[in-house]
């Protein structure tokens, strides 16, 4: 199994707080290149300005209007109260980690952490950036990477035909 820098199981669920629509629409914001830092200077953006902002600069998520926006916050919530409430068992295999490394705190999550959670070998692969820019096509090549080459390692070699 492969995971892009997850928290372990067991990690903190997000405070009520982090729940909120603003600090949301901030995160939200910060992939897509937005300078959140002087967005908060200028207090936190409502919806309608979370996507006046995204139809501006972000082509992949150009299209994110208030509706869809509230959609989004609403499943955010929701899955995060269901994560929390989930009974943990553990996982029979192997997992590769692909942990984001300029995330600030918490740290990236390392293999110590879901060893409670896996059988198996826990491999981490770090990857230099923050957790929300993982799929931005540098870390994606890193990324794209590493299950390329175990299956090199694992598959055997293609016979050649004489010609």
């Excluded at 959140?36 to 139809?55: C, D, N, S």
């Excluded at 070998?121 to 590493?146: D, F, K, N, Y």
Aim: proline share 12%.
């Amino acid at each position: 199994m492969a995971l892009l820098g997850p928290a372990p199981p067991g990690a903190q669920a997000p405070e009520e707080g982090e729940l909120e629509e603003s600090p949301f629409l901030l995160v939200l914001l910060g992939p897509a290149d937005y300078d959140t830092g002087a967005l908060r200077a200028e207090g936190v953006p409502t919806k309608a300005e979370a996507a006046e902002f995204l139809r501006r600069g972000d082509r992949a998520l150009a299209d994110l209007g208030e509706h869809r926006l509230t959609s989004i916050i609403s499943v955010y919530r929701r899955n995060s109260r269901l994560a929390s409430g989930l009974e943990r068992r553990s996982f029979d295999g192997d997992i590769t980690l692909f942990a984001a490394t300029e995330n600030g705190t918490p740290p990236p999550p390392t293999a110590a952490h879901w060893h409670p959670y896996v059988t198996a070998t826990v491999t981490v692969h770090p990857i230099a950036c923050a957790h929300q820019h993982m799929t931005r096509p540098g870390p994606l090549s890193e990324i794209g990477r590493a299950p390329k080459d175990l299956l090199e390692q694992w598959a055997p070699p293609l016979p050649t035909h004489a010609a």
